[in-house]
């Protein structure tokens, strides 16, 4: 089967990480979002990808072919950017004809899900979670039997609490293709942009069946909160809690963290649930519950819930203090 991964969006809830990056390429635990993303895939035995693209794209095209050069990638550009629909309509004729279906899944999400199991369930399947705020999500409505009858687009007064995750399992490729086509002939936007969920209701109302697999985690990378949750719990996975780390001078680790090459690490309690690029600089440094970049420098700092860019450099205050009594000095 091959998997279709739109990334063309801007990440403009990710600035000022995505004034320079693409959104798919922040780094988290110890890799980026996208290399996640196709680590999985790879993993349930998924070869052949499309990278639906389009803000800085040709940063995305050099990552993969750097560090997957053994896929089969193709590579389609969005411009102008008009929503998930938009992309898979321009990209439609590279899975259209595609007997073993398709693999949707969006740039910005990481799931944990058996997908092996999701690959080999039988017809249209739509991963979702149970959330407290589906007004803000594409939303799916189910009957008593399981079988999706609505699927809609942030909806005002959602009748369900089941979001889709961005990830869809889709039988019929050539049926979702000619979806694509009507919305765009007849120019169906949903808050302004061609969506996805509204070529799947017109599948649905022409008479395509559809079920939904529940996902046990979700991480919609976003935004700054969640993209911090998701290298949390993926830190917490066996193969960083047996991690080994090298000796660092004067230095405290508190696992969960994962340390790129080469970094200098002195004086400084790094973790838990820290994510630390390669030749990084870090003295002098009280650590937490954050991202740090390739190539930065922090130095007298005390950090956590922070997400430091690549070739980034902070340096804490620095103070030598005669206080007397009943006295009180605050700086934040």
């Known amino acids: 089967m091959k998997a279709v991964i739109p990334v063309a969006g801007i990440g403009s809830r990710l600035r000022p990480h995505t004034h320079t990056q693409p959104k798919s390429l922040v780094p988290v635990a110890g890799n980026t979002i996208l290399g996640h993303i ?56 590279t899975f259209r004809h595609d007997p073993d279906g398709v693999l949707i899944m969006l740039g910005d999400t990481i799931v944990d899900v058996d997908l092996r199991q999701l690959l080999r369930t039988e017809g249209n399947v739509l991963a979702v979670k149970e959330v407290k705020t589906p007004s803000i999500f594409g939303v799916v409505e189910t009957s008593n039997n399981g079988r999706v009858t609505k699927v809609i687009e942030k909806p005002r007064i959602p009748k369900s609490n089941y979001a889709l995750v961005g990830l869809y399992k889709i039988a019929d490729p050539a049926w979702l293709a000619s979806a ?77 963290v994962s340390i790129g090459k080469d970094c200098q690490i002195s004086h400084s309690i790094i973790g838990p649930n820290v994510a630390i690029g390669d030749r990084t600089i870090v003295k002098n440094t009280i650590l937490s519950d954050s991202i740090i970049g390739s190539y930065s420098e922090l130095r007298q700092a005390v950090m956590h819930d922070c997400i430091v860019g690549s070739d980034a450099s902070f340096r804490g205050l620095n103070h030598s203090l005669n206080i007397g009594d009943n006295t009180e000095i605050d700086y934040s």
Not at 61 to 86: A, C, D, K, M
Not at 238 to 248: A, D, H, S, T
């Open 38 to 93: 196709i680590d999985r895939l790879q993993d349930a035995g998924i070869e052949e990808f499309v990278f639906i693209i389009g803000y800085l794209g040709e940063k995305i095209e050099s990552y993969v072919r750097r560090y997957y050069p053994q896929l089969r990638s193709t590579f389609v550009i969005q411009e102008p950017r008009e929503g998930i629909g938009h992309a898979l309509w321009l990209a439609r004729d």
């Open 180 to 256: 694509l086509e009507r919305i765009i002939e007849q120019d169906l936007r949903t808050h302004n942009e061609f969506q996805l969920t509204d070529a799947l209701m017109l599948m649905i109302q022409d008479g395509a069946q559809m079920t939904t697999a529940p996902v046990d985690h979700w991480f919609d990378c976003g935004r700054k909160d969640s993209l911090l949750e998701a290298n949390a719990k993926l830190l917490n996975r066996p193969e960083f809690l047996g991690n080994k780390y090298p000796e660092f001078p004067d230095t405290i680790i508190i696992p969960p």
